[in-house]
């Protein structure tokens, strides 16, 4: 079973900064079948990133993905005030299993 | 557009059962792998069940693993999922989900309900 830790648990930012958002696994993650979502309070999760570095139809290219193997980076280039939620990634090699997620909130 | 609308959700006894429906609308619901997911409240989500397009195949998470049971109706446009069993700690909203195009055994999951809330409580 992979197992995935997200860092840092909360990463408080403000608007117009850049977030550097780390997923590591317990194991390769193989064809990079590893997401990031986007939740915000109260909404379904938003599928941001899959394939470790495919945008999802309608997401602003300030969100990229990247990585391979066992570690794995959500950037965010430019803080918009809507970006700030809790970030989850999830690999779907097997089990299918999210990170506890990252919190991005304003500083 | 991609619609998914959970129902079914409600307060009930530890040891006791609920049916959960999702209605799908705006695509061929028979060509895709569904998904089911929660988040108990204040945490992270969890990946419960998922079912592929014809019934042939499912796959579930350890923590339901013979408790819950995922099926769905083609004719209906309808996914379900059937909790016994339940248990304090499966207090959660639920989520029905629908991946992207091409995905691999319906993950990830580019379309979601809006949830329904189930509440384990005596």
């Known amino acids: 079973e992979i197992v995935l830790t997200q860092s840092p648990g909360t990463l408080s930012l403000s608007p117009g900064e850049r977030a550097t958002l780390s997923c590591r696994a317990s194991q390769s993650v193989s064809s990079n079948y590893l997401a990031w979502y986007q939740q915000k309070p109260g909404q379904a999760p938003r599928l941001l990133i899959y394939?470790?570095?495919t945008r999802a139809t309608g997401i602003p290219d300030r969100f990229s993905g990247s990585g391979s193997g066992t570690d794995f980076t959500l950037t965010i280039t430019r803080l918009e005030p809507e970006d700030f939620a809790v970030f989850y990634c999830?690999?779907?090699?097997?089990?299918?299993?999210f990170g506890p997620g990252t919190k991005v909130e304003i500083k | 557009q991609v619609q998914l609308m959970e129902s079914g959700g409600g307060l009930v006894k530890p040891g006791g059962s609920l049916r959960l429906s999702c209605a799908a609308s705006g695509f061929t619901f028979s060509d895709h792998y569904m998904t089911w997911v929660r988040q108990a409240p204040g945490k992270g989500l969890e990946w419960l069940s998922y079912?592929?397009?014809?019934?042939?195949?499912?796959n579930y998470a350890d923590s339901v693993k013979g408790r819950f049971t995922i099926s769905r109706d083609n004719a209906k446009n309808s996914l379900y999922l059937e909790m016994n069993s339940l248990r304090a700690e499966d207090t959660a909203v639920y989520y029905c989900a629908r991946a992207v195009d091409g995905g691999r055994y319906g993950a990830p999951y580019a379309y979601w309900g809006q949830g329904t809330l189930v509440t384990v409580s005596s």
């Open positions: 999830q690999q779907y090699v097997t089990s299918f299993a």
């Open positions: 394939a470790a570095s």
């Open positions: 079912i592929s397009g014809g019934s042939t195949y499912t």
